[in-house]
């Protein structure tokens, strides 16, 4: 992953005008679908971690106010682009009267259940944190980001977290660091589909543990996932080849297979359908953001 940095020179003490930070793609190690509520959202366990792959995102200061976007948009509607809600979410609640620039290098493919709008809505906020001298906490940020997204509030946090509710309540755990595997299916996975799924399991029972070994658990959205998109069934089968762990992450289509060392997860690539994009990374023990905002919280030992 591209490490973030700002245009400031060491020394400068001119305020700073313009930050380069990464957005990381993450995985769901396992997904269970524990119940429905009342007001049809699915409650979920689920374990997050970040990559050292992921999107680059620029901000350049305005002095008008204006928050706005350069470069490719990617066919994404200025409504719909999370990381400029991110940024007019941040303006109102803190009151900024500041503007912004955002361009967006894409890596993590769209729809892929790697949480790419998430982590780049999560990017803006802690980038902005810093621009704007607004000096709030993680916890100021999630409440912003629950917002945009159930998932933002996990790229907001700095380490791998059990997440339930509906992805916002987060328990921050120790996940041995991981090569990782991963196909993209080009295929498109509607959320809305895979959770309508009659066949989708929703009584898993919780985890009652907080330390989870390689290839503990499943991915309940699944099975309806497969039944419903061939591609993903043949990634998914690729990967099974090299690794009983393999499985979906999120809704899909992306699928993974975690490795110990980075030849075993390069040879699971190599061996994919030749038409089947993929890549290889490597789990992150800490978001690499996590300075740009304080924590409130006391942070359970490890």
């Given at each position: ?21 990464p ?15 009342a007001d ?29 976007r ?90 791998p ?84 762990s393999a ?37 992150l ?18």
């Open positions: 992953m591209t490490k973030w940095s700002s245009r400031l020179r060491a020394g400068d003490n001119r305020p700073m005008r313009i930050l380069t930070v957005a990381p793609a993450k995985l769901n190690l396992f997904l269970h679908v524990t119940g429905r509520r049809g959202y699915h409650t979920l366990e689920s374990l997050f971690v970040a990559l050292d792959f992921g999107d680059t995102i620029t901000l350049a200061l305005r002095d008008d106010g204006a928050i706005s350069s470069g490719d948009n990617f066919g994404v509607a200025a409504q719909d682009d999370l990381a400029l809600r991110a940024a007019s979410a941040l303006k109102r609640a803190s009151g900024c009267a500041g503007g912004v620039d955002i361009a967006v290098v894409k890596r993590i493919p769209m729809g892929g259940g790697l949480g790419g709008g998430s982590s780049d809505a999560a990017s803006v906020l802690l980038a902005l944190n810093r621009l704007w001298d607004l000096g709030m906490t993680r916890e100021d940020l999630a409440g912003i980001g629950l917002t945009l997204g159930a998932d933002v509030p996990f790229f907001l946090s700095a380490q977290a059990l997440a339930r509710g509906i992805g916002e309540c987060l328990t921050p755990v120790s996940v041995p660091a991981l090569w990782v595997a991963v196909l993209v299916p080009t295929c498109a996975v509607s959320t809305a589909a895979i959770f309508a799924a009659p066949e989708l399991t929703r009584d898993s029972p919780s985890a009652k543990i907080d330390v989870f070994s390689e290839g503990y658990g499943r991915n309940d959205l699944q099975r309806p996932a497969l039944e419903r998109h061939p591609d993903i069934a043949a990634a998914l089968a690729a990967l099974s080849a090299c690794s009983s499985r979906m992450t999120g809704s899909g289509s992306c699928v993974f297979a975690p490795f110990t060392t980075e030849a075993q997860a390069r040879a699971a690539i190599a061996a994919r359908p030749r038409a089947m994009q993929g890549f290889v990374a490597r789990t023990a800490r978001h690499p953001l996590a300075a740009l905002a304080r924590c409130t919280e006391a942070v359970p030992p490890r």
